[in-house]
């Protein structure tokens, strides 16, 4: 070879070697523009002041506590209601309930969905993110809990399922966990109707005592009516014995693998250990595409069912121990993303559906929650107890580690946030109420975008956050507060505060509080100030302006929506006898 060659040879090395160099560069670009996975986890029922990271150092939650020390903790992080179906259909769809529908009604508790075999539930025009990721090209997956209906005109349709709301995976309860489902507890829809089985067992008492009573003396003629009585007030007894005592637990408390119900009445005893086992097998599954994975606990919610290795082990009795479980489940599934190498293209979420339950349940009131210094809890949609949860996010390379926002952020922004980041677009044709989380996050902006957030209780417009951002003051107007007994700061006696009627307070003219000075809601700012007289007006624009994009649409947690139908029952034999167990039989 002669020299001149060889320099030829050299110098296209040199361009390869150049070439290699750029593609190599470009290499982490081609990285970042993949789709990153999507981890959600969402606690029921879980105060904002139950977690270490937020202050609570009596409970032990040291994976939760990571995911905050590796990305962002959101101090005014806010449920668009204050129990369960509603925030969950809002944080889905990024949309108020009174937008969907799904906001509830206070008149003899329907604000959430009361039994499976309601027609109520998630309507199918809504999108959820999950819709959208899916079009995407995600897999999605939703473990536990979703309480956002089941059918609504016949069997076999499944409309309000997660199976028809973009998720290609359901493995958990279409319902809530209720103390029916853990056969030691005291029931709890059971107690609703205490009062009219009481009253019917009387009338069918005396009925029988007067047909004997005729019988025997001849008093009067056994006529129709007496008749009619006897068979309808027996009817209903037995009606009333069954749904309240007999057949809730058939009825409410089973388990689905997709659209099939594997486990009626479900055991609850091998719940935490399936639902880790799910989510790592989802993970697994799903390591080479891009994936979203919503695990949607039903910790903390009473019965606080916990396994025997928890039982005992925290400084709060059950309750505790049942928050402490939860958090060693989220680092049993983390275990998963690391273990695959998912970490750094993985955003994670950790959030509560709404404010911890203060009144604590029949049979154990002492097992209640804490929001610590908020005010109020589960139930009660304007004070800050009942709407202000944890939120946390982690994305190692792409958020800040170890950082906290204090800015008002919404679970309804999730919905933008992670369709944006997979690729898709949030609808067009409709309001949605969330923002993009990610510009606040990664610190390309100040603020989040939510100047003013309404508080909902059911339908009722209870109070009103406005972000100032000129003066980074955060103002609270209420206008319905619950009326609590003398010197309680929870509802006692009740299931759960109401939202209008006699047990509220209406506050003519409303109670303004600067929440960036007065967290706790004590101290309102006289009505005639001057501040007051400039805040509030600005206020009431902004609801005129709100008001003005709300439409009519069909009440899905009200009527006959929420009333149990026979033929909608999911059921798993041959109605009423429905029991199976397809999972664990060996
Ligand atoms: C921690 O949580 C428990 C359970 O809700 C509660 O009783 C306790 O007061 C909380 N501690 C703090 C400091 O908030
Ligand atoms: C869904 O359908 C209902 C009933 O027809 C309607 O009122 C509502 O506006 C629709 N929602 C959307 C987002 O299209």
Redesign the pocket.
């Known amino acids: 070879m002669r020299w001149g060659e060889n320099r030829t040879h050299r110098c296209y090395m040199a361009i390869l070697a150049f070439l290699l160099l750029v593609l190599g560069l470009c290499e982490p670009n081609e990285a970042t523009s993949q789709k990153p996975n999507i981890l959600l986890f969402m606690a029921d029922d879980l105060g904002i002041g139950e977690i270490g990271c937020y202050g609570n150092y009596t409970i032990r939650t040291p994976n939760i506590d990571r995911l905050a020390l590796e990305g962002v903790k959101l101090t005014q992080h806010i449920s668009a209601a204050s129990v369960c179906s509603p925030s969950r259909s809002a944080f889905l769809t990024g949309r108020y309930p009174i937008?969907?529908?799904m906001n509830g009604h206070d008149n003899g508790g329907k604000r959430v969905l009361l039994w499976n075999a309601a027609s109520g539930g998630l309507?199918?025009?809504?999108?959820t993110f999950a819709k959208v990721l899916k079009e995407q090209g995600y897999s999605t997956g939703i473990i536990g809990k979703w309480h956002l209906g089941v059918n609504c005109n016949s069997m076999d349709y499944f409309c309000h399922h997660p199976l028809n709301h973009g998720f290609d995976f359901f493995y958990g309860i279409p319902f809530t966990l209720v103390n029916e489902c853990e056969p030691s507890r005291p029931g709890e829809i059971a107690v609703e109707y205490k009062e009219k089985l009481w009253f019917d067992a009387q009338v069918f008492f005396i009925t029988v005592l007067t047909l004997i009573a005729n019988k025997k003396w001849k008093l009067i003629d056994i006529t129709w009516t007496v008749i009619v009585i006897f068979a309808l007030s027996g009817t209903l007894f037995f009606m009333y014995w069954f749904i309240a005592f007999a057949f809730q637990p058939y009825w409410n408390c089973l388990f689905m693998r997709n659209l099939e119900i594997v486990e009626q009445p479900m055991d609850l005893k091998t719940k935490s250990g399936q639902i880790i086992k799910e989510a790592k097998a989802f993970i697994n599954r799903n390591e080479d595409k891009p994936f979203l994975l919503f695990v949607s606990f039903l910790h903390i919610h009473t019965p606080h069912y916990t396994t025997k290795e928890f039982r005992g082990r925290s400084k709060h009795d059950l309750y505790g121990d049942n928050i402490e479980e939860m958090d060693w489940m989220i680092g049993q599934i983390l275990e998963s993303i690391d273990h695959n190498n998912l970490k750094n293209n993985t955003l994670i979420y950790f959030t509560s559906d709404h404010g911890a339950y203060l009144e604590g349940m029949e049979g154990s009131p002492h097992l209640k929650g804490s929001n610590g210094i908020y005010r109020g809890g589960k139930g009660m949609g304007g004070l800050e107890g009942g709407i202000r949860v944890p939120g946390i996010l982690r994305w190692p390379g792409r958020l800040p580690a170890n950082t906290v926002i204090d800015k008002p952020t919404s679970l309804m922004d999730i919905f933008p946030t992670v369709t944006n980041l997979g690729g898709g677009m949030p609808?067009k044709?409709?309001i949605v109420d969330g923002k993009d989380l990610m510009p606040l996050l990664e610190g390309h902006v100040l603020n989040s975008g939510h100047e003013f957030m309404f508080h909902y209780c059911a339908g009722h417009l209870h109070a009103v956050r406005w972000h100032q951002t000129s003066s980074e003051t955060i103002w609270k107007v209420h206008y319905i507060s619950p009326k609590f007994p003398e010197g309680a700061g929870a509802c006692y006696g009740l299931k759960l505060c109401p939202c209008s009627g006699e047990k509220v307070i209406y506050h003519v003219p409303p109670l303004l509080y600067n929440l960036s000075s007065d967290p706790s809601e004590k101290n309102p700012l006289p009505s005639d100030s001057e501040l007051y007289s400039k805040v509030l007006p600005t206020i009431q624009k902004a609801i005129a302006r709100h008001n003005a994009t709300l439409?009519?649409?069909?009440q899905q947690l009200y009527g006959l929506n929420n009333a149990w139908k026979p033929w909608l029952q999911p059921c798993c034999g041959t109605f009423p006898f429905c029991w199976c167990n397809k999972e664990n039989d060996p």
């Open positions: 937008r969907t529908g309507p199918t025009n809504e999108t609808p044709d409709r439409h009519k649409v069909p």
